[in-house]
């Protein structure tokens, strides 16, 4: 029998064939010389030794690397995922202390997603003789796995009161400040009193009349920022680090100077003074100091939570305080709607469904989509004690 393969094997088939001297049979232990091998590839049906191409190319399917090409789909899926529940923890933390109900916290400490991907796969060809009625039987198996682990750590005990109750240090808001945050925004809901000069409150146990002058400072130094006229920067000290106030003098326009006049007015500052020195106290030293009480993040959340609209029916049966907004200066920080039905998702920053109604921010309201970004980022600064590994994503494969 000459050493020739069939015309319809492939190239690579037919170069193998040729380099194939002597084939092991596992089935009977036997050695099929090529000579013999090339007589049974061409008595097998066509149909059949295609079957078989079909199944080895299956075969080679299923020892694809699959991590690569899952990273993308990986990655986007769950950053969205997080940040979506991000915001919706935010929002539902806002809602509850409205109704006078504990918050709680959720880190996702760490995701883990393990793919499985195995397959096996036989060829048998009983009473292999050579003759013209070789019957092949093939199977395969293969078994797909996707096992995420996800943890979750609450905050609590001294990280959930250092985070939450403590009041919030002068410099996180400062640094807010100093990234480019509208300084109004933020020390309108942050900021309990500057150089004696209160801020409203809109909770009930704190409910208080802002100062006029209080929130005739926000508009002048919100005036200052955007002409480039006012600054914040860290500084080291003996004592550690401090933060600085600066009203720039050098180039200033007429009215930017008159608008310092008028802040060092306000704060009891020194008149030639161009650097102030800001400090977590209720009263300052000296006309060069800015002493700044600041409001803790539960506090601010409860302040923030004046925004979130309130059904008439629980107002009227004493589940929920009724806030007189009318006394507070500034708008709502976040302003949250409610209602029976779900909103649609595209008209949605971010919904929560909490006690048989649905509140969300409205995806069209941006001072409201800011203002929600303000608070989450707010809280990350707010954390401290032992550090809390950031959320890591890892994909293997045994």
Request: charged share 20%.
């Amino acid at each position: 029998m000459p050493d020739v393969a069939p015309p319809y094997l492939t190239s690579a088939l037919r170069q193998r064939i040729h380099a194939t001297r002597v084939l092991n049979c596992p089935l009977g232990g036997c050695h099929m010389q090529t000579g013999r091998l090339m007589a049974c590839l061409h008595s097998l049906n066509l149909t059949s030794f295609l079957c078989t191409s079909i199944m080895s190319l299956a075969l080679s399917a299923c020892s694809a690397r699959m991590g690569p090409k899952s990273v993308p789909a990986d990655r986007f899926d769950y950053a969205d995922a997080l940040t979506r529940s991000w915001k919706e923890e935010t929002l539902l933390n806002m809602v509850k202390l409205r109704y006078v109900d504990p918050p709680l916290f959720l880190s996702v400490q760490q995701v883990v997603q393990q793919y499985t991907l195995e397959g096996t796969g036989s060829i048998n060809a009983p009473g292999w003789t050579g003759g013209a009625n070789i019957a092949t039987a093939g199977s395969a198996t293969g078994r797909w796995a996707e096992s995420p682990t996800i943890t979750y750590s609450p905050m609590s005990g001294e990280q959930f009161t250092r985070s939450l109750i403590r009041p919030v240090h002068p410099e996180e808001l400062l640094s807010l400040v100093q990234s480019g945050w509208p300084v109004d925004a933020v020390f309108s809901i942050g900021v309990r009193s500057i150089n004696g000069l209160h801020s409203g409150s809109r909770t009930a146990a704190l409910k208080q009349r802002g100062d006029p002058d209080f929130y005739l400072l926000l508009s002048l130094l919100k005036e200052l920022q955007a002409s480039d006229e006012f600054g914040i920067r860290a500084q080291s000290t003996k004592e550690g680090g401090a933060a600085v106030m600066a009203l720039r003098a050098k180039g200033a326009s007429e009215a930017d100077l008159e608008r310092a006049k008028k802040v060092r007015e306000l704060l009891h500052l020194n008149p030639d003074a161009t650097e102030f020195k800001l400090v977590e106290a209720a009263t300052q030293q000296d006309d060069k100091e800015i002493a700044v009480l600041t409001r803790s993040m539960l506090q601010i959340l409860a302040e923030a939570g004046a925004g979130v609209e309130v059904p008439a029916a629980d107002i009227e049966q004493g589940r929920v305080y009724k806030m007189d907004l009318s006394e507070v200066g500034p708008q709502f920080f976040v302003r949250v709607h409610s209602s029976t039905a779900k909103p649609e998702p595209n008209d949605a920053f971010a919904a929560v469904r909490y006690r048989n109604y649905w509140f969300w921010v409205d995806d069209r309201d941006l001072p409201s989509k800011r203002g929600l970004n303000f608070l989450m980022v707010l809280l990350t600064l707010a954390e401290s004690g032992p550090t809390v590994p950031p959320p890591a994503l890892t994909i293997s494969k045994p």
